[in-house]
């Protein structure tokens, strides 16, 4: 080569590498310096871990109930202990029905458990019955408490059975029932809120924060100054979207340790599963905001389109708190139209189950074929902006 002779270019390869790898830098260090992105990416999941974590139960424990027994037995007294040894009771022996409804009435008691005069005897022939009156004003609450009653009654003629006495309803040839839960031994409500908690903050950091990401940009004038650049669409895109999928990988981390060391959540899948899936819906997340950002090119407006789009689905149709199958057909079929919902199902079940691939391939497959439709998407809609 001559002393003269042109600078070689470098390859277009390695130049589009040296502009992601530059913007990268730029968008990374402006998430480092935005008060709110640490507010956002930090402090709103470790408000939202301690918040539902600790405050949010489904379980209902020490519900104050009337025990009525109008003639003292043996067979009563069975029943009677089996509320006030239960950890879901807190049952005070009541002397008559009147002092027990008074009881209800002045929001003392949550129910009442009769025990008729005649509970005896129609225990030895094998007819007994118990009158169980709850509250109902929380109808939830109130099945609950019917359900944990009858188990203790069950309880207290299992006992009686394995004794040899007259059972409950029954004399002693009664069968006995013996359940057992598969996944969830200990009942807690918090083994599958905590899994459904992940999704709400992935969704905050992957969705939320984007939202803001390309509108910021317009409300400030600096992709004017990229338009004169030889930057591509795609490259601006990665170097959107990468900085926000460590964050959220952040988050995730965040959220697992808690699951696991705050809450004592089991986790019985695979963890490079889990990364795997988190990314895929991470992907869904991120895209979706951009998509909103670059569509209406207004921080406030995306915020608030994203919260509605994103967040209140992933909230209320995920399957993250409801069943899914208890709600009307046409809710539930929107429901499918929520990627929060795969995610719950996947991060549910490989927290409780396992790696149980009947339930994670056809939940990521979805996951992905949405991701690549969302990046699509963004994709055509910041070309026509740059345009």
Known sequence: MTANAPPRRPAPLAARARRIAALIRKEGRQ????????????????????????????DVKNVPIAVVIESPSSQASEI?????LSPYFEAQITP????????????????IVLLRSDFARRAANGDASVQLVVNGIDGNTARIIEAYAEAAIAQSGARATAEG???????????????QLWFNSANDSRYFLVPGLIVLIVTLIGAFMTSMVVARE????????????????????????????????GGLLLCMAAARFMFDVPFRGSFVTLLGVSMLYLLVSVATGLLISSTLKSQFLASQVTLVATFMPALMLSGFIYDLRS???????????????????????????????????????????VATVMLALTRRATRKSLG
């Open 327 to 369: 709600v009307p057909l046409a809710v539930r079929l929107v429901s499918y139209l929520v990627p929060a919902r795969y995610y719950v199902s996947l991060l549910q079940t490989m927290f409780l189950a396992g790696d149980v691939w009947g339930v994670i391939l056809p939940n990521a497959a979805i996951l992905a074929l």
């Open 80 to 84: 009677a202990a089996s509320f006030q």
């Open 31 to 58: 998430v480092v310096r935005d008060p709110s992105s640490f507010a956002i990416g930090v402090v709103l999941p470790v408000m939202l871990i301690l918040l539902f974590g600790f405050g949010l139960s489904l």
């Open 218 to 249: 317009w409300e400030r004038g600096t992709f004017e100054a990229l338009f004169v650049t030889p930057v591509r669409t795609d490259e601006i895109l990665i170097s959107k979207i990468v900085p926000y999928l460590v964050l959220g990988m």
């Open 96 to 111: 008559s029905m009147a002092d027990a409804q008074a009881l209800v009435r002045s929001d003392k008691v949550d129910g």
């Open 165 to 179: 006495q007259d059972a409950v309803t029954g004399a002693g040839g009664e069968a006995v029932v013996e359940s």
